[in-house]
């Protein structure tokens, strides 16, 4: 089943591999814009540790949140693959158990993913015999309010902040699940990759109805 | 109006119970007044309270309870209401009160043991009414009983009874087992409490539990999937982590190896659900924790400790223990085809880090909200559940492997390669229906 009906075909072929896509277009913007503007001076050194050369912090915004929703539309189209590409090797995806924890070591978490993992998740969910699979479900993630920062002060990595809404439906059931991301984004020769993505949802503490099978 | 009890006799058989213990409302009803709010009911761990004023909230049966750390230290457990209108005295989870209770709706004071502390206008206001402060009525109301063991806090509403340890009988063993494999001898609670909601009836889930049969059914995708890149790990790097071989045992142990384990049924539901999880490699990790636990007990204690055979124990009516794994689910029934369970992990006291990793390992893989087990199951509980209202048939079938256990001692065990034996179900019905029969 796919999600993506939709969109045009050219469309489709871009968000196919959302990790490249960005890339590139990061690479090219980045060259073109080396003037930089000093209105956005904390963005700006943010793009000084990151980039191969001054950016515009305009163009810098715009390239991640094309990342972010290319990311969100690989889960909502279902294509889990491309979704675990934009990690890196030794990336992470957690979610935590309490909004206080600020690692995914040694806590209880309701996600704390490797690359690993997520393949036998996304194994188990295309298995034929996965029987909670068997019904119809979508989702549809609405990702905004993206802020770029870099305050963890490794030169590498950009950290972004941003919001999400996800709705759910599986079969007569609707669910909302809204919370915050923080990405920890690094340059490789392919592009942004995703070194620890952490998701705060504002409903996690609650009781779940049902659980949940893939990632938000 | 008075409403016709329904006659649950006749609803269990020694093989089979019919549809409507698993649909019927009343019966729902019944169940909560004279099970839950009658037996021994898990409240939750003393670590849980540390401190004197330290609470934390549960459902016995119908009722709002709040178990509290009291001024002497004990632990308490008290309805939560108060006894001028009614309010419920704490709205939080859980939280820490103090030195006392104060209601917030006309600031009655209560001490943690639930004696009354004081009532604003208590001479001018209640003079020559017979609300004084000698009437029983004016504190919260108590746990009938309350009852400890190796650190979990048990309660019965029922002022008579066995004591705690009479009613668990040998399933007890799931604490000690626990408890046990700590160096320090005692567990503490790790704080944090997964909560998941099965659209389905309790007893769907506690029958589940000792289903040897469903597992290589309900969870061969995950246990195929996680096999799979199991082997593409020790490819690349000589071995993968237990964790993988957690999630892919549901699929190489095949359903003719499930009737190799056994199950061991007592009075009053309980049972025991044998077969160890592979949980001593020749790991240095498993090698370190061994060391150090001799170091505690002597080597042939520890022997005797690490060779306990246990998988599973299911404490009826509302408990299910996995002791080698330090993780244990409370079930609370929320009406008769939702039930929430509430899911704590454990560490051993004194034992290695690594030790602690890998059970958390399997609490955040299995036993959390993006659990890849239990989904299927409460998928399959569900559709219990949906199915069981159909006028299809009458009667759910306990049928496997009946004629062939063995009773004796007061028990009944599976036969020799009848684990998957529905034994663990017709105990369960035989103790729900002797319960249900008392008035």
């Known amino acids: 089943m796919t999600m993506a009906t939709g969109q045009s075909t050219k469309k489709r072929k871009a968000a196919a591999k959302p990790g490249n896509e960005s890339a590139k277009r990061t690479k090219t913007t980045l060259r073109k814009n080396s003037s930089g503007s000093a ?9 000084e540790a990151n980039a191969p050369a001054p950016a515009d912090a305009h163009t810098l915004q715009h390239v991640i949140e094309q990342f972010l929703y290319a990311q969100a539309e690989s889960l909502d189209g279902k294509r889990w693959q491309d979704y675990i590409n934009l990690f890196t090797d030794e990336g992470h995806y957690w979610m935590p158990a309490a909004p206080e924890q600020t690692t995914g070591e040694g806590v209880p978490s309701i996600f704390y993913e490797d690359k690993n993992l997520m393949q036998v998740r996304m194994r188990r969910v295309q298995h034929p015999d996965a029987w909670s699979q068997r019904p119809l479900w979508g989702t549809n993630h609405l990702v905004s309010n993206v ?64 659980v949940l099978q893939i990632w938000v | 109006m008075l409403q016709q009890r329904p006659d649950v006799r006749r ?16 019966i729902f009803d019944l169940e909560m007044e004279r099970i839950f709010e009658r037996v021994w009911i898990y409240c939750g761990h003393e670590s849980q309270v540390r401190k004197p004023g330290d609470y934390y909230t549960l459902q016995i049966g119908r009722q709002p309870m709040i178990m509290v750390r009291g001024a002497e230290g004990e632990v308490n457990v008290l309805y939560n209401r108060c006894p001028h209108r009614g309010t419920m005295l704490v709205g939080d989870r859980q939280g820490s009160t103090g030195e006392f209770f104060r209601c917030s709706y006309h600031a009655w004071t209560f001490h943690t043991d639930g004696k009354l502390k004081n009532i604003p206008m208590m001479e001018s206001g209640y003079e020559g009414t017979r609300w004084t402060r000698e009437n029983p009525d004016c504190n919260v109301k108590r ?10 806090v048990f309660a019965s509403l029922a002022a008579d009874g066995p004591t705690l340890q009479e009613y668990l009988g040998p399933a007890k063993i799931a604490f000690d087992d626990m408890c046990d494999r700590a160096p320090a001898g005692e567990v503490e609670i790790v704080p944090n409490c997964f909560r998941v ?18 597992p290589s059914v309900t969870h061969q995708s995950t246990g195929r999937a996680a096999h799979e890149v199991e082997l593409d790990i020790a490819k690349k790097t000589g071995h993968a982590p237990l964790s993988y071989h957690m999630l892919s045992a549901f699929a190489t142990v095949t359903i003719d190896q499930w009737d190799n384990f056994q199950t061991l049924n007592y009075p009053h539901g309980h049972c025991i659900l044998t077969g160890y999880m592979g949980l001593r490699p020749q790991d240095r990790d498993t090698l370190d924790y061994e060391r150090v636990l001799a170091k505690a007990y002597g080597k042939q204690r520890k022997e005797e400790i690490l060779s306990t055979n246990i998988h599973h124990v299911l404490l009826y009516p509302g408990l299910s223990v996995q002791s080698p794994l330090q993780q244990l689910r409370a079930v609370r029934p ?9 899911i704590w992990h454990f560490r051993l006291k004194g034992a290695p880090e690594p030790i602690y990793r890998r059970a958390l390992a399997y609490y955040n893989l ?30 759910v079938s306990f049928h496997r492997h009946y004629g062939h256990d063995i009773a004796r001692d007061g028990m009944v065990e599976t036969a020799p390669g009848m684990g998957t034996s529905e034994a663990p179900m017709r105990n369960q019905m035989k103790a729900w229906a002797e319960f249900m029969d008392k008035a």
């Open chain 2, 11 to 26: 609803a269990v058989e020694a093989d089979r119970v019919h549809k409507s213990v698993y649909t019927d409302p009343a």
């Open chain 2, 366 to 395: 299995v036993n959390s909200p993006s659990t890849m087990i239990n989904a299927d199951d409460l998928e399959n509980f569900w559709k219990c559940q949906q199915g069981l209202t159909a006028d299809g048939g009458e009667w």
């Open chain 2, 143 to 152: 746990a009938a009983r309350v009852e400890n063991y190796r650190g979990f």
């Open chain 2, 197 to 214: 909601i099965q659209n389905s009836n309790w007893k769907i889930f506690l029958e589940n539990q000792l289903d040897a049969l469903h």
């Open chain 2, 334 to 342: 929320l009406g008769v085809d939702k039930t929430l369970t509430e």
């Open chain 1, 39 to 47: 209105a956005h001076q904390r963005t700006a050194s943010a793009q």
């Open chain 1, 147 to 210: 802020i770029v920062e870099s305050e963890n002060g490794k030169k590498d990595e950009l950290v972004v902040r941003s919001r999400f809404h996800m709705m759910e439906f599986r079969r007569e059931t609707s669910r909302h699940f809204g919370g915050s991301y923080v990405h920890h984004l690094v340059h490789t020769p392919d592009g942004f990759r995703i070194r620890l993505q952490r998701v705060d949802m504002v409903n996690a503490q609650g009781p779940f109805e049902y």
